[in-house]
């Protein structure tokens, strides 16, 4: 034989073997409305950039008649390429090969796959379209999946990790997303659940559609599993490398920084805040008069959205912005969005990402449900999150900053290096109407007329305490600044934080009110 | 996604705030402080036995009924002395957690 016969041979292997799961399978895969794992890996990808490693591995199940059959690839590809022209690593269940099915060798791809991304410190990204565990494998099977779950862990806060959810992902295979950093879901394709609707009907007799117990919409609005949402695969790939551009390679490095852009002309700041702090606004147009260009990516947009957290640029750097929304609930902190902002807070602490907060909240969301469901532990979080973090962290105080909430944004006492308030801004321990109930209880039950003296009241307190003067007196806030004044201070902070040196005790690691 | 919902009343120490519900917020359960005489479901499931009859005399600890559910038969028992006042299930139904199965009233 000649090498170039050799080389013939080679070709005619590949070949084979990237059809997968044949033209009937890939027909069926087209039907659900779904790509091919090649065709996702190469739709995300830098064009030319991907490639393909075990492309030869052979499944390793010895009964129930399955010694006699290919699984080509066994059912995952495996490989790494480039975004943005930035290595990643990545693998891709292949449901055209026997359902994407989890068996020990198309376990141990991924698994060479992350260990290689977690070596190299460069960012993983998991395509997820399996039926589950390959029930032919037994335990085998079982221990893959520990297997990843195990090494997710571990790079957990050293390298990214996405997972990207297109097709089923049920029963223990979903631990491995909900271990990474950031989960992307699509309309109609994304099913997600510990056990489906048909174990939930005969168990429990609680009848539920597929997509309503776990699909999209589900993990995006109502769980919180899931932090992007797409109505089609493409755009949840656009999403996918807008990620990457905000995020550094690993907790060793930064974000690469972008071309500084000023904020697009026309959004001006003083013109979308109220005085008034009972008068709702939407913060994201804030957040947009201040950042490179008014962009802003906002990540888990669906899920407790009085609270906003996502990345943005100023001068060309990466930041995560957390704000408070008044558009929704007034901006409270409540369980959902305290867990969703010290998820982020601890995201950004762990890749050197500055944290800018933008507050304006009445405080904790009060309720029954919320006390019983442990707002206290869940509250908590964010707490910790923020008292853990040393990257820079800077705090602008637009209106309100009541009690609870006020130390939990990232105050002063918890080493926010930067504390600046508009002149609208009310630190106080409650908000007036309440302390004047209080503080005011005896006079306003004895007076004549005692709602007018009330109204006296609450103008009293509001006039002496309401505002950021009172705290600024203390050090609490380092500037009372003019709103069209934010962007320009936030960039100064960040330029004078670049250098930020700040430790945390020696410690194995904290215990967080998980 | 906000703006195109009805701006609504949110009552915070005494402050009323102009903004907008989630659909946790809007659907979450009115506390309701427990009766002792009202016996519910505590998981989806099937009664499978019924063992006691309106008006029926019931000590404490008797065996109510039995509630089958993740393969489990629960016994479901009298929490005090007492009679059954009126009974809301029947044998074999199926029936979702949370669900009023007996009323009881203590001895006096």
């Known amino acids: ?514 | 996604m906000a703006e195109e919902k009805e701006l609504k009343n949110l009552v915070i120490q005494g402050a009323v705030y102009k903004t907008t519900y989630t659909k946790r917020f809007e659907n979450r359960v009115k506390y309701v402080t427990p009766d002792p005489n009202e016996l519910y479901s505590f998981i989806p499931g099937t009664i499978i036995d019924l063992f006691v009859k309106t008006k029926q005399k019931v000590k404490e600890g008797e065996t109510l009924l039995l509630l089958e559910a993740m393969k489990m038969e629960n016994q479901v028992r009298m929490p005090f002395d007492g009679e059954i006042v009126k009974i809301h299930v029947k044998k074999g139904e199926v029936i979702p957690n949370r669900h009023l199965m007996i009323e009881i009233k203590p001895t006096k």
């Open chain 1, 1 to 514: 034989m000649s090498l170039r016969s050799n080389v013939l041979d080679l070709r005619k292997r590949k070949k084979e073997v990237q059809k997968g799961g044949g033209d009937k399978a890939i027909e069926k895969q087209v039907k659900m409305g779904k790509l091919t794992a090649r065709e996702r890996i190469l739709a995300l990808l830098d064009k030319n950039s991907f490639h393909e490693y075990d492309l030869f591995v052979e499944h390793a199940a010895k009964d129930f008649g399955m010694e006699g059959k290919t699984l080509h690839g066994d059912g995952v590809i495996i490989g790494t390429g480039t975004i943005y022209d930035k290595p990643v690593c990545i693998f891709a269940q292949d449901f055209t090969v026997a359902g994407g099915s989890l068996g020990l060798m198309h376990a141990r791809k991924i698994t060479k796959i992350m260990d290689h991304a977690l070596k190299m410190r460069v960012p993983l990204i998991g395509i997820n379209d399996s039926g589950g565990a390959r029930i032919q494998e037994g335990v085998n099977s079982l221990a893959g999946y520990g297997e990843i779950f195990f090494r997710n862990t571990l790079a957990s806060g050293v390298i990214p990790q996405i997972s990207v959810i297109l097709g089923p992902c049920a029963g223990g295979a979903v631990y491995s997303p909900a271990l990474t950093d950031f989960v992307f879901v699509v309309e109609n394709i994304s099913k997600m659940f510990i056990t489906g609707p048909s174990v939930v009907k005969s168990v429990l007799g609680e009848e539920v559609s597929m997509e309503e117990l776990g699909g999209a919409k589900v993990h995006a609005e109502v769980t919180g599993n899931a932090h992007f949402y797409a109505e089609t695969e493409m755009e949840c790939f656009d999403q996918i490398k807008t990620l990457i551009s905000f995020i550094p390679r690993s907790n060793l490095k930064k974000a690469l920084p972008h071309k500084p852009k000023a904020p697009l002309k026309g959004v001006k700041v003083e013109d979308i805040v109220p005085a008034d702090p009972r008068i709702p606004y939407d913060m994201r147009d804030v957040l947009k008069s201040i950042t490179d260009g008014s962009e802003f990516f906002e990540v888990m947009e669906r899920f407790a959205p009085n609270i906003i957290v996502g990345f943005g640029r100023m001068n060309g750097e990466t930041v995560g912005f957390v704000a408070n929304q008044p558009m929704v609930l007034a901006g409270v902190l409540d369980i959902d969005s305290s867990d969703k902002a010290a998820r982020f807070i601890r995201y950004c602490d762990a890749f050197n990402i500055p944290i800018v907060t933008m507050e304006d909240l009445p405080g904790y969301l009060p309720g029954v449900d919320q006390e019983h469901a442990g707002v206290i532990r869940h509250g908590a979080k964010i707490l910790y999150a923020y008292s853990e973090a040393t990257v820079p962290k800077i705090t602008v105080i637009v209106r309100k900053a009541y009690g609870g909430g006020y130390i939990a944004m990232n105050s002063r006492h918890l080493r926010a290096d930067f504390v600046f308030a508009w002149p609208t801004a009310e630190i106080a321990v409650m908000g007036p109407e309440g302390a004047a109930n209080i503080v005011f209880r005896k006079e306003i039950a004895e007076a004549e007329n005692p709602e007018e003296m009330r109204q006296q009241k609450i103008e009293e307190y509001k006039e002496k305490f309401a505002n950021p003067y009172v705290a600024a007196a203390q050090g609490y806030i380092d500037e009372v600044i003019e709103p069209s004044e934010t962007r320009a201070r936030i960039l100064h902070a960040l330029q004078v934080s670049e250098n930020k040196s700040a430790s945390m005790p020696a410690k194995k690691h904290g215990i967080p009110p998980f």
